[in-house]
């Protein structure tokens, strides 16, 4: 059985019975999606590459999307064998491939600052288990399957940095997308902002889903960066020593990637 056919056939498990393929989407880190006809409407059907991934969107579209109302999908349905879930699909094409004009494109990250943050308030904060040393020995273990598309003087320094960050504990933790960008950001034809992409939530720093936004988007674009925390809301001295210290992780981990390393064994995951 071929993707397509494997997707249709989890949506017509689940869901609706005379489902039909619109078109397959290739994923990404694994995961494989389609976008179907139903009975209730167009919906996406997404088979994860992983238990784990599985279980966290579950748990995101179960505790904590909810809050953010129409400004994300709903959960349809979900599937053990193979982990997949079905989520109402949502309009609009991802913020990242749009060229809008500079006003909209403004208020485009206005409105993600303000999703987010609601994304932030969805449970309360926690500082157990401690987040800063499991974020430094997840460091230390993608050092170690990067060892050898690294140069000594790279390892130092990111190691100065995982040293620096472990300096800044304890540090209470909250829901996070951990995905946070552009591409998951889908901007619909009146302009609303909607999330996507769950499979990475979990309780984490919260400045860490301003990573990438601080490392790849806001050096050239300061407009967006002000846009953004408009409505967000004030980052902190701490949280700005966060991104610091994480962008260099950040940064070995799309390294590391792009030279096809394996991840980190999942014994140093939540």
Same mark, same amino acid.
């Given at each position: 059985?071929?993707?397509?056919?494997?997707?249709?056939?989890?949506?017509?498990?689940?869901?609706?019975?005379?489902?039909?393929?619109?078109?397959?989407?290739?994923?990404?880190?694994?995961? =494989?999606?389609?976008?179907?006809?139903?009975?209730?409407? %167009?919906?996406?059907?997404?088979?994860?590459?992983? !238990?784990?991934?599985?279980?966290? %969107? @579950?748990?995101?579209?179960?505790?904590?999307? *909810? @809050?953010? #109302?129409?400004?994300?999908?709903?959960?349809?349905?979900?599937?053990?064998? *193979?982990?997949?879930?079905?989520?109402?699909?949502? *309009?609009?094409?991802?913020?990242?491939?749009?060229?809008?004009?500079?006003?909209?494109? !403004?208020?485009?990250?206005?409105?993600?600052?303000?999703? &987010?943050?609601?994304?932030?308030?969805?449970?309360?904060?926690?500082?157990?288990? /401690?987040?800063?040393?499991? @974020?430094?020995?997840? #460091? %230390?273990?993608?050092?170690?399957?990067?060892? $050898?598309?690294?140069?000594? !003087?790279?390892?130092?320094?990111?190691?100065?940095? @995982?040293?620096?960050?472990?300096?800044?504990?304890?540090?209470?933790?909250?829901?996070?997308? &951990? $995905?946070?960008?552009? =591409? /998951?950001?889908?901007? #619909?034809? $009146?302009?609303?902002?909607?999330?996507?992409?769950?499979?990475?939530?979990?309780? $984490?720093?919260?400045?860490?889903?301003?990573?990438?936004?601080?490392?790849?988007?806001?050096? +050239?674009? *300061?407009? &967006?960066?002000?846009a953004f925390v408009r409505s967000?809301?004030?980052?902190?001295?701490? %949280?700005?020593?966060?991104?610091?210290?994480?962008?260099?992780?950040?940064? &070995?981990?799309?390294?590391?990637?792009?030279?096809?390393?394996?991840?980190?064994?999942? +014994?140093?995951?939540?």
């Amino acid at each position: 059985m071929n993707t397509t056919d494997a997707l249709l056939e989890v949506c017509r498990h689940t869901l609706d019975p005379f489902a039909t393929v619109i078109r397959y989407h290739d994923g990404h880190d694994g995961t =494989r999606t389609l976008r179907a006809a139903t009975y209730v409407g %167009e919906a996406i059907v997404k088979i994860h590459r992983g !238990r784990e991934r599985h279980e966290q %969107e @579950l748990h995101a579209y179960h505790h904590w999307t *909810p @809050l953010l #109302g129409d400004l994300t999908a709903r959960l349809l349905g979900t599937c053990d064998d *193979p982990p997949a879930i079905l989520v109402s699909a949502l *309009p609009g094409r991802p913020l990242a491939e749009l060229r809008v004009a500079t006003t909209a494109e !403004r208020d485009a990250h206005a409105q993600a600052g303000a999703i &987010l943050r609601t994304f932030h308030s969805a449970g309360p904060p926690r500082a157990e288990p /401690n987040t800063v040393e499991w @974020l430094v020995a997840r #460091g %230390e273990a993608w050092l170690t399957v990067a060892r $050898d598309v690294i140069d000594s !003087r790279r390892r130092a320094t990111v190691r100065a940095h @995982l040293r620096a960050l472990g300096n800044l504990s304890p540090i209470a933790a909250v829901p996070c997308h &951990l $995905d946070f960008t552009p =591409r /998951n950001l889908l901007y #619909g034809g $009146d302009g609303t902002v909607r999330l996507i992409d769950f499979e990475h939530a979990r309780y $984490d720093l919260a400045a860490r889903d301003l990573v990438r936004l601080a490392c790849r988007v806001w050096p +050239s674009r *300061p407009d &967006l960066a002000e846009a953004f925390v408009r409505s967000y809301g004030p980052i902190t001295d701490l %949280e700005r020593e966060v991104i610091e210290h994480w962008a260099h992780v950040d940064e &070995l981990t799309r390294h590391a990637r792009a030279h096809a390393c394996s991840y980190p064994a999942r +014994s140093t995951d939540r």
